[in-house]
């Protein structure tokens, strides 16, 4: 089972859509989290940290669930430049751990 | 302030041939990794370097060398390329508060 797992996609949601993408993680010592942002042939960009209590920015919510070991993502009123592949980061240790990254198509 | 860089940004080798890649970071981080991104795998470790003169195994080390010249500095070498390593690669460095930067990325193709 890999580290970290995520649903490849794609989604495909109408602008204006909110769109919401799990990922779980099997290591229990992770202790932070990320959502990397990933444009087609570009490098990963930090999107947001994952803090315990849940977190905001702008239309971007992300939560943690130690309990069940997953990690979300909500995006809110999607715009077309939302379109990306969304890479899920944990930190176990000294070195971080990748989800395979879900892809998302905002469509006009 | 460039962040990451990396040379080259395409590169096609034949089997058996060796390269360098070059990555360098101007932010005065410790912590610089070396990545491999395929389809439907993510992004799996090679190496990392936690500090200057330092390097470490990762994931995926095998057929891969690296160098820590400075702290700079964080070069990746293929010494007999395989058409497994066919990839896109990419240079990290990470700072006190965990954020890793990323370069560009080097498209490798290894015939």
């Known amino acids: 089972r890999k580290e970290v797992e995520q649903d490849p996609g794609p989604f495909n949601v109408p602008e204006g859509a909110t769109v919401a993408f799990n990922c779980t993680y099997s290591n229990s010592a992770s202790q932070s989290f990320f959502w990397y942002r990933q444009d087609c042939r570009k490098e990963p960009k930090l999107l947001m940290s994952v803090y315990s209590s849940g977190n905001e920015d702008g239309r971007f919510t992300a939560q943690l669930n130690r309990a069940s070991q997953y990690i979300s993502l909500l995006i809110r009123d999607s715009k077309l430049s939302d379109s990306a592949t969304y890479l899920c980061v944990g930190l176990p240790g000294q070195n971080f751990v990748f989800g395979p990254g879900t892809r998302l198509s905002v469509l006009p | 302030n460039a962040g990451v860089t990396q040379t080259p940004k395409f590169q096609v080798l034949k089997t058996g041939q060796s390269m360098t890649l070059q990555c360098a970071q101007d932010?005065?981080?410790?912590?610089m990794y070396w990545y491999r991104q395929d389809p439907g795998m993510g992004l799996r470790l090679i190496y990392y370097s936690a500090s200057e003169g330092t390097t470490d195994k990762g994931e995926v080390p095998n057929g891969y060398n690296v160098s820590r010249l400075n702290k700079r500095e964080f070069s990746l070498r293929l010494e007999s390329a395989a058409p497994s390593q066919t990839s896109v690669y990419f240079c990290?460095?990470?700072?006190?508060?965990?954020?890793?930067?990323f370069g560009p990325g080097t498209r490798l193709t290894v015939l």
């Open positions: 990290a460095s990470c700072g006190v508060t965990d954020t890793q930067y």
């Open positions: 932010m005065n981080h410790n912590s």
